[in-house]
């Protein structure tokens, strides 16, 4: 069976514009270093035009464009450019040493922007849209031409401008929605309206340029290239003016996703999509939301126990593509108060535990119990759990509660019920600070002359919601005991580690006493 070989005419040209209209963002500026590494990435994951800056805006921005025109090896560089001539011209210069450069030049087209931002009429507009194509056309035969505010034009006089600009040489005509305005059918509706109306719409490509104003940027854009567009504008992340442009990630993975519904191809390495994505937040300094499709840190994480389960017997039960395909590694199961057992035994058996079905279940329950005093588990978070369950599992001392009064108006106070070999015992205890003041409840109800050689206390991960994990050694008849215990609350922790350590050294006397017993006799 031969493989089926996709048709030019269902190609979508994927223009990418991160460096010039993501960069516009507020706050989002680039270096000259960062933007030659953005560009590399684009140009390698198979980008097809590269919009690399607008070169009469500084120096900094045509020396940019200038060096990545030299740098590219397969992708169009383009710069954008007004309708005047120095703004073409200096565009020009900047794109000369790309080995395929392209000239995107734009004007206002509709009511609002031609009487308030031009302050020109109709035919003026028309004339201008003429006369910058026709020059740009003189540096370069790859020239783009884009009505500003598209959605917002009168469509007879958008069909105007769009005839002439193919006529005076455009290749591709793009119709923008500048403001974030429109909705998908009635984009899908402009770009066919248009193709049928325009004479010689078949001499260019057809681009969409969508804002994501009221959240359909990628609606948008696809409803465009059903439409009959074949070239999408968008950036990284879908950064951008206001609240940004269409996001490159997330059309390319609908197209690869749901191809049944939306028939058409790219040329974009998607496993560099997570990279791509990381690489232009840490040159921007924007953090890509934790839900953001595609390539948010939860794209591919679940913690419900409902999808954690799902997810362990098959993976399309919760996931409609494998994070693999964008770069990924694998999917995260998050774990959480909405995490199930299933998931929790499995998190067990990847990190090598094997408990037995009641310390299982004792451990399940206390990672509940954490789960709803922890925003975040993290492994170490279950690995203290359950070291801590493993060394309580035979305990003949075990702390049932604790209440501790501190403050800058000492002394300390310390309130604690112990189960000891199956009674229960209750003790209040002062002391120089809340710490000693559990161990003196301790040693009242637990009466013992063990040594404290040690106390130590480090957060099990970071936070101000971290487990504290204590150590604490007991020197007892020339021998030391430590043992470690962990809790979100450092005192807890601290009585559960001093127990651990003397439940060690009880079990060494019950031990050691058979051996003396048979020794005397």
């Excluded at 540096?139 to 469509?155: A, C, K, P, Q, Y």
């Excluded at 809340?434 to 936070?463: M, R, S």
């Amino acid at each position: 069976m031969t493989a089926t070989i996709p048709s030019d005419k269902d190609r979508v040209i994927i223009f990418d514009t991160t460096l010039r209209d993501g960069e516009q963002c507020p706050g989002a500026t680039m270096t000259f270093e960062e933007k030659l590494e953005v560009a590399s990435l684009l140009d390698a994951m198979g980008v097809d035009v590269i919009e690399a800056g607008f070169p009469i805006a500084s120096d900094g921005d045509f020396a940019a464009v200038h060096e990545i025109a030299k740098r590219a090896k397969n992708a169009v560089i383009c710069g954008l450019s007004r309708a005047g001539a120095k703004d073409i011209d200096r565009c020009a210069e900047a794109i000369r040493p790309a080995k395929q450069g392209r000239i995107h030049t734009f004007l206002s087209t509709s009511p609002v922007h031609m009487k308030y931002k031009l302050q020109m009429d109709a035919e003026q507009v028309y004339q201008l849209v003429i006369s910058a194509v026709t020059r740009a056309r003189n540096h370069t035969d790859n020239v783009e031409w884009s009505s500003e505010d598209g959605t917002r034009t009168e469509f007879d006089f958008l069909c105007k401008c769009v005839e002439a600009a193919i006529k005076a040489g455009a290749t591709t005509i793009n119709i923008p929605d500048t403001v974030g305005y429109s909705v998908p059918e009635e984009y899908y509706d402009l770009f066919k309206r248009v193709r049928e109306n325009v004479p010689n719409s078949d001499k260019a490509v057809f681009s969409v340029h969508c804002h994501d104003d009221l959240g359909m940027a990628v609606a948008n854009s696809l409803a465009g290239i059903r439409g009959g567009a074949r070239q999408i504008e968008c950036t990284v992340n879908g950064i951008g003016e206001r609240a940004g442009n269409t996001a490159l990630e997330e059309v390319v993975m609908a197209m690869r996703v749901r191809n049944d519904k939306l028939p058409f191809w790219n040329k974009i390495d998607t496993t560099m999509l997570t990279r791509a994505s990381k690489v232009v937040s840490a040159a921007t300094s924007f953090p890509v939301q934790y839900n953001k499709a595609i390539v948010g840190r939860n794209a591919f994480a679940h913690e419900s126990g409902i999808h954690q389960d799902g997810m362990l017997k098959n993976a399309e039960t919760y996931e409609i593509m494998r994070p693999e395909s964008v770069g990924v590694k694998q999917t995260s199961l998050v774990m959480g108060k909405h995490s199930g057992r299933h998931a929790f035994v499995h998190k067990l058996e990847e990190m090598g535990y094997k408990l037995g079905q009641n310390q299982l279940e004792d451990a399940f329950v206390r990672f509940k119990a954490l789960a709803d005093r922890k925003k975040e588990i993290y492994d170490e978070d279950i690995e203290a759990l359950v070291d801590q369950e493993i060394a309580q599992s035979h305990d003949r001392i075990k702390l049932l509660s604790l209440t501790v009064i501190a403050g800058t108006h000492g002394p300390q106070r310390a309130t604690m019920k112990l189960d000891v070999e199956g009674q229960t015992k209750i003790e209040e205890a002062e002391g120089n600070g809340p710490v000693d003041a559990v161990f003196n409840c301790i040693k009242a109800l637990v009466p013992h002359v063990a040594k404290l050689e040690l106390y130590q206390v480090h957060a099990v991960t970071q936070g101000t919601d971290a487990q504290a994990e204590v150590s604490v050694r007991l020197a007892h008849e020339g021998r030391s005991m430590t043992a470690r215990a962990a809790d979100p609350d450092t005192l807890v922790a601290s009585a559960k580690a001093y127990l651990s350590a003397l439940n060690k050294i009880v079990m060494k006397r019950e031990r050691d006493l058979p051996v003396a017993e048979a020794a005397a006799s």
